[in-house]
């Protein structure tokens, strides 16, 4: 049975870090993308980042680009999300999914999803 978990949201105050983690199970990650996205109190489900399996392709958000990092373990199963100089409009619940090879733009490409994890950016 497929499975994300995703770890490691908090409260940070504004210019700090958290990092993510998106643990897997029921399924190996040297052939899957995984995808991280977010949503905000009265918004809609964003894209954030992905990284691609058939190539390795790393794709970011326009607003988490120089801030967040993806990076996976495959031995470990899990893709991290490092958020630096975070800001209070990163708040947040974020979600990492996941489909076969390659990232998508189509959140309904993602076949299965994890719980998601609160962040919460304010002084």
């Known amino acids: 049975q497929v499975q994300l978990v995703e770890s490691g949201g908090g409260l940070v105050q504004p210019g700090g870090s958290l990092r993510l983690s998106c643990a897997a199970s029921?399924?190996?990650?040297?052939?899957?993308?995984i995808g991280w996205f977010r949503q905000a109190p009265g918004k809609e489900r964003e894209g954030v980042s992905c990284?691609?399996?058939?190539?390795?392709?790393?794709y970011y958000q326009n607003s988490a680009k120089g801030r967040f990092t993806i990076s996976r373990d495959n031995d470990k199963k899990t893709v991290y999300l490092q958020m630096d100089s975070l800001k209070p409009e990163d708040t947040a619940v974020y979600y990492c999914?996941?489909?076969?090879?390659?990232?998508?733009?189509?959140?309904?490409?993602?076949?299965?999803w994890g719980q998601g994890t609160q962040v919460t950016v304010s002084s």
């Open positions: 999914a996941t489909r076969l090879l390659r990232c998508s733009r189509y959140q309904r490409d993602f076949a299965s």
């Open positions: 029921g399924f190996s990650l040297d052939y899957n993308a």
């Open positions: 990284i691609s399996r058939s190539d390795g392709s790393i």
